[in-house]
């Protein structure tokens, strides 16, 4: 199957905003231990997650700002 077919597929991510994929083969407790991290960072207060906070130089990071005006991308 070719990737243009799976995207035309994946409806999900259009009428949902998010979809689940099964049997990925990631092992349980990785993805367990990714929520566990997940959670624990989000759970600090604003201040702690600023201070990995993305920005143009470097995109990877905290970002709580709305650039693009809800418009999409």
Do not use: I
Request: glycine residues 4%.
């Amino acid at each position: 199957m070719a990737v243009e077919d799976v995207v035309d597929q994946v409806h999900a991510c259009k009428d949902w905003g998010f979809f689940q994929v099964f049997n990925h083969g990631v092992p349980l407790e990785s993805r367990e231990r990714l929520m566990t991290v997940a959670k624990r960072f989000f759970d600090q207060p604003m201040e702690e997650k600023r201070k990995v906070r993305r920005d143009e130089v470097d995109p990877q990071g905290y970002f709580d700002n709305e650039l693009t005006n809800n418009v999409k991308d």
